[in-house]
């Protein structure tokens, strides 16, 4: 399950208990495995709706039509993990066969991984530009997703008040309307949020972003990525091996992130 699994369950999280959009997510999520297979009048027969309502909903979580929803649900049925990134392991996969044990020594290691390498200069000059820019946002997908809202959230404990978009389209609205006075994190692990359009790992491409008028940086573990030229605050990590706790590493990067804030905040004070 990715993009159309994921934009049912944000809509989902945000409709009244009794409506009809609410009951059309529920038939789908069910059947989430099989919408490959399922005609708009078979999805219109479980919902006890009409087609026309079927392709009204559809282009309310973003898709041209009924055809192009059903296409992306077969595309990522085929697909395992991040598109190029197939050979990584997610922990809690890795935890679920090999147990707590293993994992806890590789964290370990990963650890150690992070605190030899993570550069504390590109740290802080990102830290400084969020300083300096009025306007800040923080975006992923996703689990990175949820690092950029507890980001928000803890960045307003500072008195700083930076803007996140839990939807892909409106993310990509956003990311397309910037002024040149903004700046972007963008928490990516593999780093395809810059290539791939949205959620929508499949061959597209983020042309606009070359485009675009505001300034990014990226928190990511792919050194290509890292290395895009228009990435102008690179923040790379790494881990010991095939396994990501990518979920943990990016949430101590946003803590030592707040922290350095706070210090220039101090020393702007001075």
Not at 6 to 25: A, C, Q
Not at 83 to 99: D, F, H, P, V
Not at 233 to 259: A, D, G
Request: aromatic share 12%; charged share 30%.
């Amino acid at each position: 399950m990715f993009i159309a699994g994921y934009r049912l369950l944000n809509l989902r999280n945000n409709l009244g208990n009794n409506s009809t959009d609410l009951h059309i997510v529920e038939v789908m999520l069910e059947n989430i495995n099989e919408i490959d297979k399922l005609s708009i009048e078979t999805m219109a027969e479980l919902c006890d709706v009409s087609k026309s309502k079927i392709s009204k909903f559809v282009k309310q979580i973003g898709f041209e039509d009924y055809k192009e929803f059903r296409d992306f649900a077969r595309n990522e049925k085929r697909r395992s993990g991040y598109l190029g990134y197939e050979n990584k392991t997610m922990m809690w996969r890795y935890i679920a066969k090999e147990g707590w044990d293993p994992y806890l020594e590789i964290l370990k290691k990963d650890l150690e991984c992070f605190t030899d390498q993570m550069d504390r200069g590109a740290l802080r000059r990102l830290a400084k530009a969020m300083y300096e820019h009025r306007e800040v946002a923080a975006l992923g997908s996703v689990y990175s997703q949820n690092v950029a809202v507890d980001f928000m959230y803890r960045m307003a404990e500072e008195g700083k008040y930076i803007r996140t978009y839990t939807y892909d389209t409106v993310q990509e609205e956003y990311l397309r309307n910037m002024n040149e006075n903004t700046l972007v994190i963008i928490f990516s692990n593999s780093g395809q949020y810059l290539y791939g359009d949205g959620m929508r790992l499949n061959g597209h491409f983020k042309t606009y972003l070359k485009k675009m008028k505001g300034e990014l940086a990226l928190i990511t573990s792919n050194e290509e990525a890292a290395k895009d030229p228009m990435v102008r605050y690179p923040i790379l990590y790494s881990f010991s091996s095939n396994v990501q706790s990518h979920m943990l590493i990016e949430r101590l990067i946003m803590e030592m992130l707040i922290l350095e804030y706070k210090k220039i905040v101090k020393e702007s004070k001075i």
